[in-house]
């Protein structure tokens, strides 16, 4: 039988265990050849600066690799060093680069990688560069569809595509009333001219300048005591 203090390591050990945070990827890269980044995703904080010494760092670790030799290598000194890895796919002018924790699947993460590409694929009919840099908020949202705070979401990318369709069929649904009100907000704005020019002759100017008494100067200079 087991006795009381045995039981409460074993129950401190238990919590212990579920405090520790899950492995998770600390950012996704897109970059071309040249090293332009077309999309980053960090979600570890690092400023403005430190964010493009790790593009730049990311790129050249895995732009000089041979195109025959695997698809994943340890962090770059600014990311992480050796407790985190670099994984990456080669699509024809992009890199798509996730950098995750030292004990995530390889093979799992190349998994992701192709389900997000494929997805863009879909998404855009043939995705192209330029597509990641005129659709960035679209871009953003499917992979945010796959990944939230470094953790995976969903990998079934029919899933992932009914989820899309239903937010465009949303916004869809939602844009005669967005563009009705855009309308009559520009007829309001393209008749208040009309407005004013006849509200102004409907005052009567003359009239009322005629209307108007001043006060007798000469009285009021005998008024004034000095």
Not at 11 to 19: M, P, Y
């Amino acid at each position: 039988m087991m006795c009381r203090r045995q039981l409460s390591e074993c129950q401190h050990l238990r919590c212990s265990s579920l405090d520790t945070p899950p492995t998770m990827i600390k950012a996704i890269l897109v970059f071309n050849n040249h090293g332009k980044p077309r999309l980053t995703k960090f979600y570890q904080y690092f400023n403005e600066e430190m964010q493009q010494q790790i593009i730049k760092e990311t790129f050249q670790l895995v732009s000089k690799r041979d195109d025959n030799v695997c698809n994943f290598l340890e962090g770059g000194s600014l990311i992480g060093g050796a407790d985190y890895k670099l994984i990456y796919r080669h699509y024809a002018t992009l890199y798509f680069v996730f950098c995750v924790d030292s004990s995530e699947s390889e093979l799992g993460i190349l998994d992701l990688i192709q389900v997000f590409v494929e997805t863009l694929d879909k998404c855009f009919e043939n995705v192209c560069e330029l597509d990641l840099i005129f659709h960035v908020d679209k871009v953003h949202y499917i992979l945010n569809e796959l990944v939230m705070g470094g953790m995976v979401l969903e990998t079934n990318m029919t899933e992932i595509i009914t989820r899309i369709e239903d937010q465009n069929k949303l916004e869809k649904q939602e844009g005669p009333y967005n563009s009705a009100s855009t309308s009559s907000l520009k007829a309001g704005l393209a008749a208040a001219p009309a407005r004013a020019v006849s509200a102004v002759k409907n005052m009567n100017l003359p009239q009322q300048i005629k209307d108007i008494k001043l006060p007798d100067l000469p009285a009021a200079i005998k008024d004034l005591k000095f």
